[in-house]
């Protein structure tokens, strides 16, 4: 990924989406548009729906559609099954809970627990600072640390609620 620009400045994001494979062409006609001239009709691509803000634009959609050339979309967006770890931290953050598909134990995921005030078992008060619990496969929660294994893997997965 290169990260250079000639104008404006360079950005990075992470978003939730829907996406279904549909041609420029089919996407013109779904819009009830003209495909320009200049473009083809046939280029492969996706409908892209965005979910998390924008007013809809369409009828059938809750959320802003738009139309995404097919490499432009595969460069850019991976499956809600095959997510890296940056991908799996700013879904903890926010309030998701996720797993690696490699991991042995099923049933184990983990979850950002906000900063708050806890009580210790002999009755002293703290602020606590948020960090990451593994939910266990015998159903306990243990603060967790990733591996380099963790870091590195691209199968991290949204977990359902």
Avoid at 29 to 55: C, F, I, K, Q
Wanted: charged share 20%; with cysteine.
């Amino acid at each position: 990924m290169s990260l250079r620009t000639r104008h404006g400045a360079t950005h990075l994001g992470t978003k939730a989406l829907i996406a279904e494979p549909m041609s420029r062409g089919a996407y013109c006609d779904y819009r009830r548009w003209e495909v320009p001239t200049d473009e083809n009709s046939e280029d492969a691509g996706y409908l892209v729906e965005y979910t998390d803000g924008g007013a809809a634009n369409h009828p059938n959609h809750d959320g802003y559609i738009s139309w995404s050339p097919a490499d432009v979309f595969e460069r850019s967006y991976c499956p809600i099954n095959a997510l890296n770890f940056g991908h799996a931290i700013e879904l903890l953050k926010d309030g998701h809970k996720v797993a690696r598909a490699g991991w042995n134990g099923k049933g184990m995921w983990l979850l950002l627990m906000p900063e708050g005030h806890s009580t210790l078992f002999d009755g002293s008060e703290f602020d606590a600072l948020p960090y990451i619990v593994m939910k266990t496969v015998d159903d306990k929660c243990v603060p967790w640390l990733a591996s380099q294994t963790d870091m590195l893997a691209n199968d991290w997965q949204l977990v359902p609620e």
